[in-house]
């Protein structure tokens, strides 16, 4: 698909995706890595109709997003959730915000209750029930946000940045959170993040530059691959990072470790010291 | 010099959604230093940091910038914000002018430079963010997330403050771009001496880039000290929803594994040097 912005007042117009092919799988977790302004966002727009490509084709579940006589089967079955919560925040109570969604897909009363308070939970916002979302944090805001899409129950959670205010122990909550609902739920997700430790979490990930798919795979297959990622305007994690550099004058070591727990049991095993690491 | 004095701050005072955000907090920053504030969310940061340029006003304590209480009628506010620049949480909601140009221009034209003046700043600082010439007579609010933060951030340089308190600058950058503009800004503080407190749940980029490091939890300051020190005490950290570098957490697995790894390991290039070796003397004697 190819989609391009267009200028009202010079009709000039901007190519942001430029032929991109992409399968999502059912039950698939992607994240999809890029430097600022390569077209992440706009791709994800395209998931729930916000927007339609200028060519090509885009299906969610076989139903073609350009026909506008089922844009309410595509937006039931993809949850959103964006860059910038306060956008999204729409009541004056927190419950109330959660329970919109579901509101607007019809969803029986009670069956709403039930859904607002368990998507709270997960989220860790149960006690800000009856809070206004304006006094919260830019933190508790994204909770927030992300509960709200939950309690739609989507079969897709496109997640645009979800984490990128939240403090480490929100953000750990939240993946854990996603890896879970993904794992033992079924639910597809597609999380945008610039956060380089929780993409090592999907089971794929691609990576946009200049509206193109630069480069897709495992973490495994992707993130020992430090100079290419550099150059796309991303990093590793520190512990790939710090096996990589350790490569340059130790051969032999296994450069695929994406977090602290395989990095310090890699170590371990080129100091010939054997412990069984804590989990 | 920045110096709070017992502040408390409580929004919604005497109403039944009353909270009390800041609760008697104490602190010095020296001019020059680079201060790094991390905390939970809602753990009173934003707070703070509006507490120092005037924003809000403390209803318990002083807040005083060089020399000067803010809550002093006589004290000139405007001239404390021109010399206390703010970048707050979420600025892209700050923009609002047509072009990205103007925009960067809106603060330095305040202060009552001229407008090529303004714009040659606005230029320099645009470029300091990463921010393409192209890009400059844009609507901002045609930019992506991350080019909307470096044009808020840009706008807050072109200011040219002594003092650069920046909440959670980062967010929403790409790696790239968080570390290009963090060692710009550091670049600009070992410079011209600037003050730089940054606010960040990145505790990677703390461990970077301060010489200090404040903890703040539900309104008061936990700890205070080095990177080294705080990043020492990660059962605490994560007790209060925080974290230490996962650097960090590579090097306290090997210690507890028995290898002989000091504590307060916070950046990559560290456990290089030590480990470099350690583990060369093993390969060797086996
Ligand atoms: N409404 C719009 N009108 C015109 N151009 C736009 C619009 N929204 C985005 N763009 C441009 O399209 C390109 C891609 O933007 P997009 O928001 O998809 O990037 P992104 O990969 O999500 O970036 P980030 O990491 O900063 O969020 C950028 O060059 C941006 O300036
Ligand atoms: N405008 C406001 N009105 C009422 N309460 C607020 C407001 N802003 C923040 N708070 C509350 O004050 C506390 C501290 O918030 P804040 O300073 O934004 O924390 P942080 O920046 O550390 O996330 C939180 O409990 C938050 O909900
Ligand atoms: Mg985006
Ligand atoms: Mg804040």
Known sequence: MVF???????????????????????????????????????????????LTPTSGTVLIDGIDTSDENRLFGVRRRVGMVFQNPDNQMVATIVEEDVAFAPENLGVPRGEIRKRVDEALDIVGMSAFKQHAPHMLSGGQKQRVAIAGALAMRPELLVMDEPTAMLDPGGRAEVI?????????????????THYMDEAVRADRVIVIDNGKIALEGRPREVFPQVERLTSLGLDVPQSTYLIHMLSEKIPGLDKTVLNDKECAAELLRAMGIKKEARP | MIKLENVSYTYMSGGPFEKKALDGVSLRIDPGEFVGIIGHTGSGKSTMIQLLNGLLKPDGGRVIIDGEDLSDKKTDLRGIRFKVGLCMQYPEYQLFEETVLKDICFGPLNMGLSKSEAEERARFAANMTGLPESLLDKSPFDLSG????????????????????????????????????LFKIRDMHKRMDLTVLLVSHSME?????????????????????????????????????LNVPQITRVADRLREAGVDIPAGIYTVGDAYRILLPLINKRLENN
């Open chain 2, 146 to 181: 991350g080019q909307k933060r470096r044009a808020a951030i840009a706008g807050i340089l072109a200011m040219e403050p002594k003092v650069l308190i920046l909440d959670e600058p980062t967010a929403g950058l790409d790696p790239a771009g968080r570390d290009e503009i």
């Open chain 1, 4 to 50: 391009e912005y267009k200028d009202e007042d010079t009709g000039k117009s901007l190519r942001v995706l430029d032929g991109v092919s992409l399968h999502i799988k059912r039950g698939e977790f992607l994240a999809v890595l890029g430097r600022n302004g390569s077209g992440k966002s706009t791709l994800a727009k395209h998931m729930n109709a916000i």
């Open chain 1, 176 to 192: 854990e959170t996603v890896k879970k609902l993904n794992r033992e739920g079924g639910m597809t997700v597609a999380l945008i």
């Open chain 2, 205 to 241: 980029d703390v461990a970077k880039l301060a010489d200090r490091i404040f903890v703040l939890n539900s309104g008061k300051i936990e700890m205070s000290g080095s990177p080294s020190e705080v990043f020492a005490k990660s059962a605490r950290l994560r007790e209060i929803g």
